[in-house]
């Protein structure tokens, strides 16, 4: 199940370069990634984390992003993400909005923990119940809100995705 | 535990109220988030995935983005998120990255799923381990990516986040 062909072996190498390359140029954290589909690289992206003070800038979520600016459309149904290391829950979860088909990694975020992120954690976190994690999680229901939800399903020319 | 000062109330209705009427306006789903801190409203967000073609414009993305931006730092801490809905694994990992200290939301994630939306699909998916997941995930462990993660340790200007 760790086969690659040789294209797909050296989109996983690009993405391993981009993460050198970027991170010694001082635009974030030492992650990179592309989006491939039929054989052709869509978008490239790094962790752009400190150098645009943008917390959101992870390599994955830069590549989904300028993937799909590219194609003009925010599905990428048929693509596949390669990426340096294991992506994050906040990566994952966008890959998932995303619609890619595949996700192939180099690094774990096991390895990302040793070098101080903290993947594992939010992983926890994320799989706790909202009441039980670190960051306190206020749930206030809200008639309003419930009504603008019934609003959406009302609305004749929403575009779902 | 569900108790807001009016204050605060008022900002959860913001919230609610940026999801109502971005969503009409066509921007994208029903969903509008804003980040305070020290009383302060620091940026506004709203879901604009169809609108954009960029599937992670989510409305508390845009909002973490915007509020880091408009104070020129990746770290929100101290501030609240005030979300119409409970974050997606995507946002609330965002949420993590951006160090937030509290959430306080609307909606919850059964609320969206009735009217469509996948959050709760996609909780369960990263909780998963990578090879159980509906998105085929192959690891391919490649000395290259592990040598950059130890570079990453070795850059004595790197910027930790």
């Keep these: 199940m760790t086969q690659l062909t040789p294209e797909e072996s050296r989109f996983l ?4 370069a981009l993460s050198r390359k970027h991170m010694h140029q001082g635009a974030g954290g030492p992650f990179g990634a592309i989006i491939v ?28 992003r300028k993937a799909c600016r590219q194609i003009g459309d925010f599905s990428l149904s048929g693509a596949t993400l390669y990426t340096s290391c294991e992506p994050c829950p906040m990566c994952l979860a966008a890959a998932y909005w995303a619609r890619v088909d595949r996700i192939v990694y180099a690094n774990t975020r096991i390895h990302a923990a040793v070098i101080g992120f903290d993947d594992q954690h939010i992983y926890d976190e994320v799989a706790r119940e909202p009441g ?9 229901p809200s008639e309003e809100a419930r009504a603008v939800f019934e609003e959406w399903l009302g609305k004749a020319d929403r575009v779902e995705y």
């Design 13 to 16: 190498a690009r993405a391993v």
């Design 37 to 64: 589909r039929d054989g052709k690289v869509l978008a490239e992206g790094w962790n752009e984390v400190t150098s645009t003070n943008d917390p959101t800038a992870h390599a994955e979520i830069n590549a989904i």
């Design 132 to 140: 039980d994690r670190e960051i306190p999680m206020l749930h206030v």
